[in-house]
Structure formats: structure tokens, C-alpha cells
């Protein structure tokens, strides 16, 4: 898990991007459901610009260091809920993902939201997590 959490990518964000550090918001875990058990390591983000913005920086960054995304980076952006995966030949996979601020409060319980307890205004939410089998090899998008 700690390689994980310590994977090159995960650093980066778009300038103005505020990491809301601590569990759940981010860190690595292991995590052991019903389809089996996997590796994450989370970065929750609380940002002033929009979901547009976040995904091109992605798309840009991620490529760069040699994350390609794994569908086309238009789709669902407008939707509550929205999920971005990339892919690397040989390192794990990292989803870029967003949530809506009612979806928040109802997964996380979060009351103020993180962005209150943070002090930025923000209002695109989103986690940037890097994810591998339990012994750390690659899981597709």
C-alpha cells in the first residue's frame, strides 16, 4: 500500500486544487468487499474551476507520464456523478472521479461540507486514485 500511496502521478493537480487530507478523503487502504480485494491510494480534491478544467489537466498531465486514458475524456461530464479512467502499460490504474456535493453528504456524512472545513471556495469535488491487486500488479480500467 505504501508504494502506492507514493506513486509519482498522484501528485499531481491543478494549481488552486486543495487536497482534503485524512481518512476517508484521502490515503491508501485495502480494500476486502464481496468481488474480492484490491489495493487504493485516494486524493480528494476540493477545486474552483470546473470539471472541464480538471479532466483536460489530467489528459495533459497523466500523458505525459505515460498515462493514457482508457475512453474518450468528453463523456459524462455533465453528470452528478462522473468516472475517468487511465491506463499504463505497466503501472496501475488511476480514476479520476467526481462527486456531487449531496453525494458527499450522503456517502461521507460530511457536514460543513470539506470545502467549508478547508476555507477555499470550490465547486468541483473529485478523487484521483491509483488502485492495483492485492499484491500490487496492475488492474485494468
Known amino acids: 500500500m505504501a508504494e502506492l500511496d507514493q506513486l509519482p502521478a498522484l501528485d499531481l ?29 485516494d486524493r480528494f480534491y476540493a477545486y474552483g474551476g470546473t470539471r472541464r478544467e480538471v479532466v483536460e489537466y489530467y489528459g495533459r498531465e497523466a500523458s505525459a507520464l505515460g498515462w493514457r486514458p482508457a475512453d474518450s475524456l468528453s463523456r459524462g461530464l455533465d453528470r452528478g456523478y462522473a468516472v475517468f479512467c487511465f491506463e499504463s502499460a505497466d503501472r496501475p490504474s488511476i480514476t479520476l472521479s467526481f462527486d456531487s456535493p449531496e453525494d458527499l453528504r450522503e456517502f461521507y456524512g460530511t ?7 478547508l476555507g477555499v471556495d470550490a465547486r468541483t469535488f473529485y478523487s484521483w486514485s491509483a488502485e492495483a491487486e492485492t499484491d500490487g500488479s496492475r488492474i485494468d480500467c
Open 13 to 41: 493537480h491543478p494549481k488552486g486544487a486543495v487536497v482534503v487530507a485524512g481518512e476517508p478523503w484521502s490515503g491508501a487502504d485495502c480494500v476486502d468487499d464481496t468481488a474480492g480485494a484490491w489495493l487504493t491510494a
Open 111 to 117: 457536514q460543513p461540507h470539506p470545502a467549508e472545513l
